[in-house]
């Protein structure tokens, strides 16, 4: 049974940082693709990053490009989004998810997914 566990939410000031971790367990990630997604209130959930675990090769939203960064510690299975820059539109829920295809995953269709970490970011 595949889990995810997300953390490192919080309140921050506009200009600030705030760095999310997902425990990754259950399989062996290293044919996987992880990421995350957001979703703020009234708005559908957005792709914010995406890692392939096996190169480590990133992508990223315009949106979010040279703000934030998706990285992976094998030793401990975890994930991270450090995210630098934030801006009050960057508040939503951001979940963790993981999926063998990087392109499903990247339309959202991934088969695992977290249970979300609130983010704020006040102006």
């Known amino acids: 049974q595949v889990q995810l566990v997300e953390s490192g939410g919080g309140l921050v000031q506009a200009g600030g940082s705030l760095r999310l971790s997902c425990a990754a367990s259950?399989?062996?990630?290293?044919?996987?693709?992880m990421g995350w997604f957001r979703q703020a209130p009234g708005k559908e959930r957005e792709f914010v990053a995406a890692?392939?675990?096996?190169?480590?090769?990133?992508y990223y939203p315009d949106s979010v490009k040279g703000r934030f960064t998706i990285s992976r510690d094998n030793a401990k299975n975890t994930v991270y989004l450090q995210m630098n820059s934030l801006k009050p539109e960057d508040t939503a829920v951001y979940y963790c998810?993981?999926?063998?295809?990087?392109?499903?995953?990247?339309?959202?269709?991934?088969?695992?997914w977290g249970q979300g970490t609130q983010v704020t970011v006040s102006s």
């Open positions: 259950g399989r062996t990630f290293s044919r996987y693709s």
């Open positions: 890692i392939i675990w096996s190169i480590g090769r990133t």
């Open positions: 998810t993981a999926d063998q295809s990087l392109s499903g995953l990247q339309l959202g269709h991934s088969n695992y």
